[in-house]
């Protein structure tokens, strides 16, 4: 029997939290509530968790300073934001701080689940699967460690991050669809999550700028291109 993915839920509507928690216990998950950004914090670095869900708006502590905080313990543990204003800023914030998803409440219960058990199967199916290392010029990639390694300097890379580099690099030196990719790493490809992966590409250029013969450009209403010297290996 598999052991039970544990759930860290923030959320200060008490009625609104202690129903997620039923509802996500009554899916099978381990969810542990906690009322504010604070307790929240405090939560995370005792308990191991799968996934976080949490309120951008919370006493104490928002939910994006705890979500910077738990990205400063942990890189890699997969985020989703659950916002009351249908803000644009809201949501691209959200996904600068290295967020996997988000919901507008009101939002429904099963929508929820069904964000999080693709974010778990993603985050899973990569770990069965590819043990990938890619060379990109002088760089070293390793998905599974999410690492980027150059000159002995080594960068760790957000779930997203690496996801989206993944992807470019078994492009390589090919075009890389805009609306796979966000079908892949984002499963919708609304505006919010477009611009959000304009976001990360900007991101992976300042990760790759030390070699000049790297590039990543847009190619205009396709998608995006990994420019990079074929590896020999």
Not at 105 to 113: G, I
Not at 133 to 141: A, M, N, P
Request: glycine letters at 6%; aromatic letters at 8%; hydrophobic letters at 35%.
């Amino acid at each position: 029997m598999d052991e039970k993915l544990k759930i860290l839920l923030c959320e200060d509507d008490e009625n609104l939290g202690m129903l997620l928690r039923e509802f996500l216990q009554a899916k099978g998950y381990n969810a542990d509530l906690c009322s504010d950004g604070e307790k929240g914090y405090k939560a995370f670095l005792k308990g191991k968790y799968d996934l976080c869900v949490l309120d951008v708006m919370m006493p104490k502590k928002d939910g994006f300073t705890l979500a910077q905080e738990i990205r400063n313990v942990n890189s890699q543990v997969p985020i989703i934001f659950l916002t009351a204003k249908n803000m644009k800023e809201d949501v691209l914030q959200g996904f600068k701080l290295g967020a996997d998803d988000y919901l507008t409440k009101p939002f429904s219960m099963e929508e929820l689940v069904s964000r999080i058990t693709a974010i778990l199967r993603r985050v899973r199916g990569k770990k069965d699967k590819e043990i990938t290392v890619f060379k990109i010029g002088k760089y070293t990639f390793d998905t599974q460690k999410q690492t980027l390694i150059s000159d002995n300097k080594t960068q760790k890379l957000t779930t997203k991050e690496s996801e989206l580099l993944a992807l470019l690099c078994q492009h390589i030196n090919e075009i890389l669809e805009r609306n796979y990719a966000l079908k892949s790493i984002w499963i919708d490809d609304n505006y919010f999550n477009a611009r959000s992966m304009d976001v990360y590409i900007t991101k992976l250029r300042k990760l790759l700028k030390d070699d000049k013969q790297i590039e990543i450009i847009n190619i205009h209403g396709k998608g995006y291109k990994l420019i990079a010297p074929e590896s020999e290996a």
